[in-house]
């Protein structure tokens, strides 16, 4: 199992960015696809973007709420996986959590992911 931290969650206004980022503390993230997931208060566990490692091309996928607007991006050499967030909206507010897994696949909204971090609040308001 990895040790994931995340960081990068804040207050914004709507229209505005953040920058999400997921790392380990044992360099092994690049072997693993990460998956990057919210929750909001009341609200199930939603996927939200989901990066491949190299050996599957760094494939990537999005939840379609977010397409056009989040970019998932992973830099092994700094060992991060990181979502880039824009034109941030109301409906975006929820805990922001990354996940490890061997690859996303078609299923990687429900798949089985063997680490996951403690999350980082994401705030949207006017």
């Known amino acids: 199992q990895l040790h994931l931290v995340e960081s990068g969650g804040g207050l914004v206004r709507p229209g505005e960015s953040l920058r999400l980022s997921c790392t380990d503390s044992?360099?092994?993230?690049?072997?693993?696809?990460v998956g990057w997931f919210r929750q909001a208060p009341g609200k199930e566990r939603e996927g939200v973007s989901c990066?491949?490692?190299?050996?599957?091309?760094?494939?990537?996928f999005y939840t379609d709420s977010v397409k056009g607007r989040f970019t998932i991006f992973r830099d092994n050499a700094k060992n991060t996986a990181s979502l880039q967030m824009n034109d941030l909206r109301l409906e975006d507010t929820a805990v922001y959590s990354c996940?490890?897994?061997?690859?996303?696949?078609?299923?990687?909204?429900?798949?089985?992911?063997?680490?996951w971090g403690q999350g980082t609040q994401v705030t949207v308001s006017p």
């Open positions: 990066i491949n490692n190299s050996d599957h091309n760094n494939n990537t």
């Open positions: 044992g360099f092994e993230l690049r072997y693993y696809a």
């Open positions: 996940a490890a897994a061997p690859y996303c696949g078609t299923n990687w909204k429900s798949r089985q992911y063997s680490s």
